[in-house]
């Protein structure tokens, strides 16, 4: 098994985020295990920039930890569009989505649009520039990046509430729901879930300035925390300690 391999042939590993660290522990793993806050890419910001009023833009990524939730995030947009119909949900993928063709072919024409492929940094930056509030909500697994890259940017972002978001949830500047569902989704959310992520999302809407300035702090909170230097300097510190064991 993966857990014999680790322990029979390495002295230590390392993961991203106490998270994983507990998994680890749980599946027997004996090497040490080391947890470090890897860092996130910060995208070229500007800051109280102005934006179109005509719309209100979600964001919503498909990643391996958030596509569980995509049906549930798209099932609240539907609903909630005929309280808010300037609301729009820019969807990035950035995983294979063949399961999800047939709802992407139903829906781009509803106020939802697909985007894939960026490979620079500048692309990313142009897409948050439109985002008025950006929805991560994720399987409990590794330390998430990106609702740090979108609060760094200033951006309102809605997480759920899992311990890979500890560090996040205590830092009091995301607005942190809690959802009955933890896993994979494979049939309808419940109506607990649908109607705390729905009402998150008209409150957020509703209280946008207050919002705005809270997530505003919250980038200038980011300026130092969980920066390269802090993880290879981390790294290095595990390689002294291994070296001298």
Not at 3 to 27: E, H, M, T
Not at 107 to 130: A, H, L, P
Not at 215 to 221: C, D, H, I, L, M
Request: net charge negative; proline share 3%; aromatic share 14%.
């Amino acid at each position: 098994s993966w857990v014999s391999a680790i322990n029979s042939q390495y002295r230590c590993v390392v993961v991203p985020g106490d998270n994983i660290k507990r998994i680890f522990l749980a599946s027997g793993i004996k090497a040490p295990i080391f947890s470090i806050h890897p860092s996130f890419y910060r995208h070229k910001r500007n800051l109280y920039e102005d934006f179109e009023e005509e719309v209100f833009n979600l964001s919503f990524t498909i990643d391996n930890s958030s596509f569980s939730y995509f049906k549930m995030v798209l099932e609240v947009f539907c609903r909630i569009q005929k309280q808010i119909p300037e609301l729009r949900l820019k969807v990035y993928i950035e995983m294979e989505v063949s399961d999800f063709e047939d709802i992407i072919a139903a829906n781009e024409k509803n106020g939802v649009n697909y985007y894939r492929g960026f490979t620079i940094s500048s692309q990313f930056s142009d897409w948050y520039k439109e985002i008025h509030c950006n929805i991560y909500i994720a399987n409990d697994q590794a330390f998430p990046f990106n609702p740090l890259e979108s609060l760094y940017l200033g951006i309102p972002t809605l997480i759920n509430n899992t311990s890979s978001n500890d560090d996040l949830k205590k830092s009091g500047y995301f607005a942190v729901i809690d959802l009955e569902c933890k896993d994979n989704l494979s049939e309808s959310p419940s109506d607990r879930d649908f109607n705390t992520i729905l009402e998150a999302i008209l409150d957020i809407h509703s209280k946008y300035s207050a919002n705005y300035q809270l997530a505003t702090k919250g980038a200038f909170w980011l300026e130092d925390k969980w920066l390269q230097i802090d993880t290879e300097q981390e790294m290095l510190t595990i390689l002294n300690a291994m070296d001298n064991s």
